[in-house]
């Protein structure tokens, strides 16, 4: 696992409080990244927002969400998950995320797409908000789990909230497996910095934390060769709409963020950074 210190959970909340503005406009619904089919084969590609919704859709089977599933969305952003699959799978969500802001976003996009009755979101921090025990079929979280301080313990609260046979589905960014020089170790750091994470597990660590917890892996996926496209489209993006301008005219952070997406990429590139996908079982016994 590779940490920044650095980091603080306040500029974690400010960051998603100022920038889910920026997200929507420069890529979408989800704040996640893109799923592609086809990453190989440049004349067929989907689209960005079709890839986005791969990953979910993708992700949703792997967890077996269905009409009777009682999902927790963790890290739910602006309701990008828990709204299209309360919609298309016609399950209930309850969606966490420490952005007020993002709250009311997703409230408000719930209620105009007709699912306000099947959703509720909550502005809460993960790591402290209690559920009752075995409240829910699935924990959901995409791309959240790289903003918590401890992770192990968000697992084993996680394990708590499950009802025996439901399960986990987890998308996270990773650190490589293979750490075997300073400049890895530095590009997984630089963008823990960039994008507010206060540390990255590799694959090992997330399965680790999930069996210590009690889960069963069912599935581990490494999609990075199908996702990595997410960041030369971002780039393209803000080039072309100036975002960086307007973000120096707002606050440094945003600028560090934005200019951390070549990092990211390039991580994806060398193997210091991975995307990873993964679906536990809490036991039956
Ligand atoms: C990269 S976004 C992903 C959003 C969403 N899962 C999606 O796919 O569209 C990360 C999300 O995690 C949330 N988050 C970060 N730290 C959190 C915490 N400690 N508790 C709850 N939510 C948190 C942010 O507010 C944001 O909504």
Redesign the pocket.
């Known amino acids: 696992m590779i940490e920044c210190t650095a980091v603080q959970?306040s500029v974690?909340?400010w960051h998603?409080d100022l920038s889910t503005v920026f997200y929507r406009m420069l890529w979408g619904?989800?704040?996640?990244h893109g799923l592609w089919q086809n990453a190989e084969h440049a004349q067929r590609l989907e689209s960005p927002g079709k890839a986005q919704v791969q990953l979910?859709e993708t992700l949703a089977d792997l967890a077996g969400v269905s009409e009777q599933t009682k999902l927790a969305?963790?890290?739910?952003?602006?309701g990008?998950?828990s709204i299209h699959l309360a919609r298309t799978r016609h399950c209930r969500a309850t969606g966490?995320?420490?952005?007020p802001l993002?709250r009311r976003w997703a409230a408000t996009i719930a209620m105009l797409k007709g699912v306000r009755s099947r959703t509720q979101f909550i502005c809460?921090?993960?790591?402290e908000?209690a559920f009752d025990h075995a409240s829910f079929d699935v924990v959901w979280?995409?791309?959240?789990t790289?903003?918590?301080f401890d992770k192990p313990a968000f697992f084993r609260k996680a394990y708590d909230w499950l009802k025996p046979g439901g399960r986990m589905a987890i998308c996270a960014w990773l650190a490589g497996e293979n750490l075997d020089n300073a400049d890895k170790e530095q590009q997984v750091y630089d963008v823990c910095e960039g994008f507010f994470c206060p540390s990255l597990g590799s694959a090992e660590d997330y399965i680790g934390w999930m069996r210590d917890a009690g889960m069963q892996i069912t599935g581990w996926h490494d999609w990075t060769r199908r996702v990595e496209r997410t960041w030369d489209v971002c780039e393209q993006r803000v080039r072309r709409t100036g975002v960086r301008w307007l973000a120096k005219a707002i606050d440094q952070d945003t600028v560090m963020f934005l200019d951390r997406f070549r990092t990211l990429r390039d991580a994806y590139t060398t193997g210091a950074m991975q995307y990873g996908c993964f679906v536990a079982e809490k036991p039956t016994l």
Do not use: F, N, W
């Not at 619904?29 to 996640?32: C, L, N, S, T, V």
């Not at 979280?141 to 959240?144: A, G, P, T, V």
């Open positions: 959970k974690v909340r998603y619904p989800h704040i996640h979910t969305d963790i890290g739910c952003g602006m990008g998950s966490v995320t420490i952005s993002q809460a921090d993960a790591e908000i979280s995409i791309e959240c790289e903003h918590l």
